[in-house]
């Protein structure tokens, strides 16, 4: 597995070059936002630890270049600002997951290895499903070019069959991808906002598949 790592760091970034490597990992190091996107365009890689704040181009556009560019090379993001809004403008500019400085090696790892796992499946900025349309990033949604208003709750159960379109997934799958996983939810909880979905999109959209789970309708 070939792994690049941007960060402008110095002792950091030879910790994780030495640690990584030490792990099995073939590792690239770049100090610089334009060096370490110029990498990523070139090289072969699995994944890559990007440091947000870089000289010369931030981790946030780095990784909003690559995107828009249709490459979908895993990205984990590394930086000290800890707030949910920082956390957020990461995760909303395309990267995997983020993780805040100080951070344990062990998650770390953890973390690289479930990216890994998952791969480089493509996640274009935009989802659509016929006249459906998802921007994650503003958290908009629409509906033959009208925009529909969801609560949170609505929105990111219709951002988790959007991205399995076509698919019939189960009560339980969408609990556990929707629904905190620390507290206790009832299945039919699922039942009651994908009626909630359907007042909203129209009952067309959402197909149940008797003892199987919903599937969202593409055409």
Same mark, same amino acid.
């Given at each position: 597995?070939?792994?690049? $790592? *941007?960060e =402008? @760091?110095?002792r950091? +970034?030879?910790?994780l070059?030495?640690?990584?490597q030490? @792990?099995?990992?073939?590792?690239?190091? !770049?100090?610089?936002?334009?060096?370490?996107?110029?990498?990523a365009?070139?090289?072969?890689? =699995?994944?890559?630890?990007? #440091?947000?704040?870089?000289?010369?181009?931030?981790?946030?556009? %780095?990784?909003?270049?690559?995107? !828009? @560019?249709?490459?979908?090379?895993?990205?984990?993001?590394?930086?000290? /600002?800890?707030?949910?809004?920082?956390?957020?403008?990461?995760?909303?500019?395309?990267? #995997?997951?983020?993780?805040? /400085?100080?951070?344990?090696? %062990?998650?770390?790892?953890?973390?690289?290895?479930?990216?890994?796992?998952?791969? !480089?499946?493509?996640?274009? +900025? *935009?989802?659509? %499903?016929?006249?459906?349309?998802?921007?994650?990033?503003?958290?908009?949604?629409?509906?033959?070019?009208?925009?529909? !208003?969801?609560?949170?709750? @609505?929105?990111?159960?219709? #951002?988790?069959?959007?991205?399995?379109?076509?698919?019939? $997934?189960?009560?339980?799958?969408?609990?556990?991808?929707?629904?905190?996983?620390?507290?206790?939810?009832?299945?039919?909880?699922?039942e009651?906002?994908?009626?909630?979905?359907?007042?909203?999109?129209?009952?067309?959209?959402?197909?149940? %598949?008797?003892?199987?789970?919903?599937?969202?309708?593409? +055409?």
């Amino acid at each position: 597995m070939r792994l690049l $790592v *941007v960060e =402008d @760091e110095a002792r950091l +970034a030879a910790a994780l070059h030495r640690g990584l490597q030490a @792990e099995g990992f073939v590792v690239d190091v !770049a100090t610089t936002g334009p060096a370490g996107l110029d990498a990523a365009r070139h090289g072969d890689y =699995d994944a890559m630890v990007l #440091d947000v704040m870089l000289p010369g181009l931030s981790g946030y556009e %780095v990784v909003r270049r690559l995107r !828009a @560019e249709r490459r979908w090379l895993p990205v984990l993001m590394l930086s000290a /600002k800890d707030g949910e809004y920082d956390q957020a403008d990461g995760l909303d500019c395309g990267a #995997d997951d983020y993780l805040t /400085k100080p951070f344990s090696y %062990v998650v770390l790892l953890a973390r690289l290895r479930a990216l890994l796992r998952r791969g !480089a499946p493509e996640r274009p +900025a *935009v989802l659509a %499903v016929g006249d459906l349309r998802l921007d994650p990033a503003r958290r908009r949604v629409t509906r033959d070019g009208v925009e529909v !208003a969801l609560t949170g709750r @609505e929105y990111a159960l219709l #951002d988790y069959l959007m991205r399995r379109p076509g698919t019939v $997934v189960s009560k339980i799958e969408i609990l556990d991808h929707v629904w905190d996983a620390n507290i206790e939810t009832a299945p039919n909880a699922v039942e009651v906002y994908v009626g909630y979905l359907r007042r909203k999109l129209g009952r067309d959209r959402l197909e149940t %598949v008797r003892g199987a789970g919903y599937r969202l309708v593409t +055409a």
